[in-house]
């Protein structure tokens, strides 16, 4: 069938593992030519959905040597390690870091002799002191998960552009509409897209582009050859996300700030952490630094009773937060760090990074706010 004259005004899902060639020559053409002549092989390696994907958010986050969408944030992290780094080179991190990419650095990437160390993010900025010898890169959060430390990006780029040392950026919190870190000096951007990208809880997902197109390369390379590609359909679903995820990012941040100064009057609860709040130690800083005058729409608060038990009560009576281990959909939801993200950490360790029993992290959906408010009042025992 010929396709010619067909103009589809969204691209259409190429569910297909391999493509044609007509000839060796255009074979030939494929294997030796930088863009592949504008051919595409192997699903492995490219495919139509895929790109498009990329050179969306490359497009968002200002990203010229483009990057690699992966089946799943973590494959993003290990995309982007393992294209600047090597047996022997060393990543810097703050200690307030996502328990999933400390478990893939330190459990890991440490078995192939790449090492990990951690350091307090008040102390991050001074790099000269903790870089080490073979120091390859730094990797930081936009926001901290779950307790929403804000990092000064600006900052810690020029520390590591001082030392010679490349920065990876995790904006899954932020999405392009609040962070743009490659404006900072930042040389990768990393996403969950499985979050706010994609944004309806049904993709699973990595995105990371790079500011040069020598570490792009190597990305695409890499998930060619560790099977990372990100699979059509999904690649097709983040796409449709993207289209609303201005919108999205807006509502998320409106609800979310209304929510938090609800929870920040609220007798059930002891603390809010949410930068949107003038409270917040770092609302200047988010303020100065993030987009549209919008803070996202992830907050954690710490119940007044600072107990498990508290956190399952509230469980128990929400209807609009369910339990549920990732972030970021159209619907709110809620998490447990302790038992969740950070539960491969003693209780001492937790306790250090101010992640107590009671700490509970929501995530803020798109629905009526009032239909929110009344089931935070309902579930914290007032209403």
């Not at 092989?41 to 790109?51: A, L, W």
């Not at 350091?119 to 990797?139: E, I």
């Not at 009671?358 to 914290?380: K, Q, T």
Request: net charge negative; hydrophobic share 45%.
């Amino acid at each position: 069938m010929d396709l010619t004259p067909i103009h589809p005004k969204v691209t259409p899902i190429y569910q297909t593992s391999v493509f044609k060639f007509n000839s060796l020559a255009e074979l030939e053409t494929y294997y030796t030519s930088p863009d592949h002549g504008g051919m595409y092989g192997y699903s492995r390696s490219e495919h139509p959905n895929s790109d498009e994907l990329v050179a969306e958010v490359a497009r968002l986050e200002g990203a010229s040597g483009g990057g690699v969408a992966t089946g799943a944030g973590l494959a993003g992290l290990l995309a982007a390690v393992l294209a600047v780094c090597q047996t022997g080179d060393h990543v810097l991190c703050p200690a307030e870091l996502y328990g999933g990419s400390v478990v893939l650095l330190s459990n890991e990437l440490s078995r192939l002799g790449i090492e990990t160390s951690y350091v307090p993010l008040a102390q991050l900025y001074d790099v000269a002191s903790h870089r080490r010898p073979n120091t390859k890169l730094v990797l930081a959060e936009v926001l901290s998960n779950p307790l929403l430390t804000v990092l000064d990006g600006p900052r810690l780029a020029q520390a590591c552009q001082a030392e010679g040392i490349l920065l990876l950026i995790d904006s899954s919190f932020t999405s392009p509409m609040l962070t743009q870190p490659l404006s900072w000096g930042a040389d990768m951007v990393w996403h969950s897209a499985t979050k706010y990208l994609a944004g309806h809880s049904d993709v699973t997902a990595g995105i990371v582009v790079a500011r040069d197109p020598a570490i792009a390369k190597n990305l695409r390379r890499l998930a060619t050859n560790l099977g990372l590609m990100l699979a059509p359909l999904e690649s097709w679903l983040a796409v449709r996300g993207l289209k609303t995820l201005r919108l999205r990012m807006r509502q998320h941040s409106e609800n979310a700030m209304t929510l938090a100064r609800f929870l920040a009057d609220n007798p059930a609860v002891s603390q809010v952490f949410y930068p949107g709040l003038e409270s917040h130690p770092g609302h200047d800083l988010a303020a100065h630094q993030l987009l549209g005058g919008l803070y996202g729409g992830m907050l954690s608060i710490r119940l007044a009773d600072d107990s498990a038990a508290a956190v399952d009560a509230f469980i128990q009576k929400t209807k609009l937060f369910p339990l549920a281990p990732s972030l970021a959909g159209v619907s709110s939801s809620c998490s447990y760090p302790a038992a969740t993200s950070h539960r491969g950490l003693t209780e001492a360790q937790r306790a250090q990074l101010g992640i107590t029993p009671g700490v509970l992290r929501l995530s803020v959906g798109i629905e009526e706010v009032a239909d929110l408010l009344v089931d935070l009042e309902h579930a914290l025992g007032q209403g």
